[in-house]
């Protein structure tokens, strides 16, 4: 064909895309893109994300002219895809046909369910109460999709957040304080997690608690979990957070080191970000660090409130594997502290197990891992903690400058293809 010789965008520029999104057993959502040959795949998945926010959408699939489905997870396929669909409607001009849409199949996959390291079980129970999803509509403006984070900070932290507009879906997993649940923000249309921890405590210290946590609405960093909101029903508190599609990172096994090294980064920036506010972690390990399809990585649970630790603390006491030996020996916390977790949360779990604190630190077995690695880690967990990196040292090793490149990708690429694998051993959702 001799247009194809001028390109199909070129030809196409001007042309409006409208994007059919089927919903698996129901309907479809069109949406109509404006801009469709400048159309990237993070977009699409954005979308997507808008449309079916109960799923974590990794890949999306279109039908070739054979009606078999070819698969899109990137931006070169999605260019692939374009170029067809382009291609099929300049016959569809041709033969004075009607324009069809273009068609996409969402390959959605359940959020990880499994724990891998420490044998702790996910109990998959439902949450409180079971609400059906949302009725999607027939049709979305395409200036409405993308509501940005900070918008939706902005509606939450106007005191909108209360147990009514919340309809909690599933387990996302339970900790010796709590349990976290996936929910549905009804007036937003935004996936939630919800912590709920249960405490018996007085109104007063209820009062203190939520002032506390005031703190939380002002940590503006891409790097820390943000923050929605929190309220007390009864002797329940539920903290309302930012989803993280791909979950904590305990449930991830043997992490690449190129992937651990952005990672690395992304930990060090929060909790450079934690201590500048005087923010001390405290409770820094994997399951605290979370991800997302879109490479991002995140820390939460950091001990903002004095008394929310305190009245957890109550119901629960003990050690956990990451906590430095000074801190298990009851002696004073500091920066230093979550330092030694830092690198201990670095380690393979083999290595774990051997961490006891009468002994010496542990090592990494030496020619699995790069020296920069090994040295990071091994400084991370000096056993005596004013030998251990300060915030700059710790920017400044050569193992985070190594991956200090922003590249989300990397880590994006590597969360999805995880998530596709338990897909793919789990079956449809
Ligand atoms: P601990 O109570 O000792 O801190 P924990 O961190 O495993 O242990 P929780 O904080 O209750 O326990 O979290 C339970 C699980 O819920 C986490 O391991 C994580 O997989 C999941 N989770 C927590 N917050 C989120 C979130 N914002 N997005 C997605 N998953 C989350
Ligand atoms: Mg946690």
Redesign the pocket.
Known sequence: MLWLAFGPFHAMENQVLVIRIKIPNSGAVDWTVHSGPQLLFRDVLDVIGQVLPEATTTAFEYEDEDGDRITVRSDEEMKAMLSYYYSTVMEQQVNGQLIEPLQIFPRACK??GE?NIHG?KVNTRAGPSQHSSPAASDSLPSNSLKKSSAELKKILANGQMNEQDIRYRDT?????????Y?AYHVPSGKIL?V?VILLDITLELQKQIMSELEILYKCDSSYI?GFYGAFFVENRISIC?????G??L??YRKIPEHVLGRIAVAVVKGLTYLWSLKILHR?V?P??M?VNTRGQVKL??FGVSTQLVNSIAKTYVGT?AYMAPERISGEQYGIHSDVWSLGISFMEPLQLLQCIVDEDSPVLPVGEFSEPFVHFITQCMRKQPKERPAPEELMGHPFIMQFNDGNATVVSMWVCRVLEERRSQQGPP
């Not at 996302?172 to 976290?180: D, I, K, Q, R, S």
């Open positions: 959020p990880p724990r702790l996302l997993g339970h900790g010796n304080g709590g349990t976290v996936k997690a912590k979990i957070t930012e989803f993280m599609d979950g904590s305990d449930v409770d390990k399951s605290n979370l939460c649970d956990n």
